[in-house]
């Protein structure tokens, strides 16, 4: 897992609640991204930052929401607008040099009750 | 990227066998590819990545091969040990863009038998 923490490890979330999930890293990585994994299938991109206070849209970005005040933290949060939010997510950091190699924290897993 | 499925192909292997995993990739404009591997509950691991301008790079008992004709990857896994069972995704991406994020297929099960 890196340099790469993602805490908590499992989450559990009511219907109507906002969740902040949690990703450090230590690599002093530029690029940072969340990506939400559902049960047998690969990586889906929800928001990435390339830079301290500048973030992107990720292909499902609807009910989610980040912040990059720091450039070693780039916290998630799952808003009461997503709908399905039950899924394993996955924080990465990537140097922003000419690789484009990232590494992926431990996961959170969330589940709404 | 590629469609997704609910249920993830599986290959199974006799330990000491070699493996060989496949992956369509999807946007012939993709110049920089990554295997990773995922053990359950844990986030992927990087396992060896390779680069448009080649058609083969080797690892410590991995090989990858790269295919741009027909857009096809393959991950070989020489003496393939218990250690080896997981999930292997493949991943491509446009080194050019600003966005510069992975796009995920939908992974392979590698089970290994003793």
């Known amino acids: 897992d890196g340099g790469i923490t993602q805490s908590p490890k499992y989450l559990f979330r009511k219907e109507g609640q906002n969740v902040t999930l949690s990703c450090e890293q230590n690599?002093?990585?530029?690029?940072m991204y969340w990506y939400r994994q559902d049960p047998g299938q690969g990586l889906r991109l929800i928001y990435y930052s390339q830079i301290v206070n500048d973030f992107q849209k990720g292909d499902i970005a609807e009910g989610y929401s980040v912040s990059r005040e720091k450039k070693e933290s780039f916290p998630l949060t799952v808003t009461s607008a997503q709908k399905n939010p039950t899924a394993f997510y996955l924080c990465?950091?990537?140097?922003?040099?000419?690789?484009?190699?990232?590494?992926f924290g431990p996961g959170t897993r969330l589940t709404v009750l | 990227g590629e469609s997704v499925g609910l249920h993830l192909p599986t290959l199974s292997v006799q330990e000491g066998d070699n493996s060989i995993i496949n992956c369509a990739y999807s946007n012939s404009a993709s110049d920089y590819f990554i295997w990773y591997k995922q053990e359950s509950g844990k986030g992927p691991q990087f396992i060896i990545d390779i680069r448009s301008n080649m058609d083969k790079r080797q690892g410590q008992r991995v090989t990858v091969l790269l295919n741009k004709t027909v857009k096809h990857l393959s991950l070989q896994i020489a003496a393939t040990q218990p250690g080896d069972s997981a999930v292997y995704f493949c991943a491509e991406t446009m080194m050019d863009t600003g966005r510069r994020a992975l796009t995920f297929g939908s992974g392979t099960r590698l089970q290994v038998q003793p």
């Open positions: 990465a950091s990537r140097t922003g040099l000419s690789t484009d190699t990232q590494y």
């Open positions: 690599l002093n990585h530029d690029a």
